[in-house]
């Protein structure tokens, strides 16, 4: 990276540390950042039951207990611990990914008087509603994760010259596209035969979670013998283990819970697939291109961006069951397929989506709004 800028003091706030996306982006944006000789603050509701530890030694983090769901005093809260710690401890910049973290910053920066960055990681009909108007009397520069996401925002009424798009970025250097670890197949009792199919997301309805497993009778009918593997959690999981149970295939998912090893997991996947029904731009998605899986996924927000149809993996309508069984088993049944999409998926990861440009973009933005300021 060797970016030669001023060090920064920055202040990272999000709503908890859990195995998902924005934690991800979050520990490698704040690890990086300390590496580089940055000073980083980190301000979260501290791990859940399903959390891995994520953060560098070095890194300050503040836990509270609860940044939350959107109440008036979770924000106030947070808001109370973000004011104290940006005076405390001189911080040029606060930098938010979740729009509840957004509204505390914006309302210590009343009083601290310090800059506020925010990126956009979550799809507009995913949880609480993205207005670009609403985001432009709150931060003082934002970060979208895809294109769709910034005209989204300026469609709204953020300011275009006030919004950035600075895609996702992967450490590649951790993932090979070697041969599958069958120690690791043989140890979460997987059979030899069985191909993997594997989906890497939080437990949730905008992950498209139901209509995976509601493909599975399908995939089987044509004799496709598979091991649908869900990495994550989420409040819904014993819904989704039911669904699964109730359709007579509970032998043939398994659902694993949040991990740490998510490159040693993907090295078993013959097939990664998350059928969203709405996603801004997905790390898992990207991890899974960066190992050289054909991936599967939805038409939806700025999924396009990355896996491009036929070329870099295979895109289906969202809540269309029959369409993605189809879809996999085409790469089940198609080998050349399956390896041409996988190496292509590898191939873009590296052009597009590397940590090393996220990194230096973001940082260069976070210099940009602290000399203005």
Do not use: W
């Amino acid at each position: 990276m060797n970016f030669t800028g001023k060090n920064i003091r920055i202040l990272i706030a999000t709503n908890r540390l859990t195995f998902y996306g924005v934690t991800r982006y979050v520990k490698l944006l704040a690890n990086a950042l300390v590496e580089e000789g940055n000073e980083v603050f980190v301000v979260s509701a501290g791990y859940s039951s399903s959390s891995v530890k994520v953060l560098h030694e070095k890194i300050n983090q503040r836990l509270i207990s609860s940044i939350p769901e959107n109440s008036r005093s979770g924000i106030a809260k947070t808001a109370e611990a973000i004011e104290e710690i940006c005076l405390s401890q001189k911080i040029d910049l606060v930098h938010c990914n979740t729009p509840t973290s957004l509204k505390a910053a914006a309302i210590a920066r009343s009083r601290t008087k310090v800059p506020v960055v925010f990126t956009v990681h979550s799809e507009p009909m995913c949880g609480i509603p993205i207005v670009g108007l609403e985001i432009d009397k709150l931060a003082d520069k934002v970060i979208a994760v895809s294109e769709f996401i910034k005209q989204h925002l300026i469609k709204t009424g953020l300011i275009s010259n006030k919004v950035k798009l600075i895609y996702l970025g992967i450490d590649t250097n951790k993932f090979n596209e070697g041969l599958k670890d069958l120690n690791v197949k043989k140890s979460l009792g997987i059979k030899k035969a069985e191909r993997v199919v594997m989906c890497v997301s939080s437990l949730d309805p905008s992950k498209g979670i139901r209509y995976l497993i509601q493909a599975v009778p399908e995939i089987l009918e044509r004799g496709n013998n598979i091991k649908v593997v869900f990495v994550g959690d989420g409040g819904h999981r014993v819904e989704y283990e039911g669904l699964a149970k109730n359709l007579g295939i509970k032998n043939k998912v398994l659902f694993l819970g949040a991990k740490d090893n998510v490159e040693e997991l993907l090295s078993i996947a013959d097939i990664f697939c998350l059928p969203s029904v709405s996603e801004a731009l997905s790390f898992s998605i990207l991890e899974a291109m960066a190992e050289g899986k054909p991936v599967i996924a939805t038409n939806v927000g700025g999924i396009p961006e990355a896996v491009v149809d036929k070329v870099t993996g295979l895109l289906v309508p969202p809540r269309n069951v029959r369409e993605l069984a189809l879809a996999i088993n085409s790469l089940l049944e198609d080998s050349n397929l399956s390896k041409r999409l996988g190496s292509n998926a590898k191939k873009r990861v590296g052009e597009h989506f590397k940590f090393d440009r996220m990194f230096n973009e973001t940082l260069n933005t976070f210099h940009e709004v602290t000399e203005k300021q």
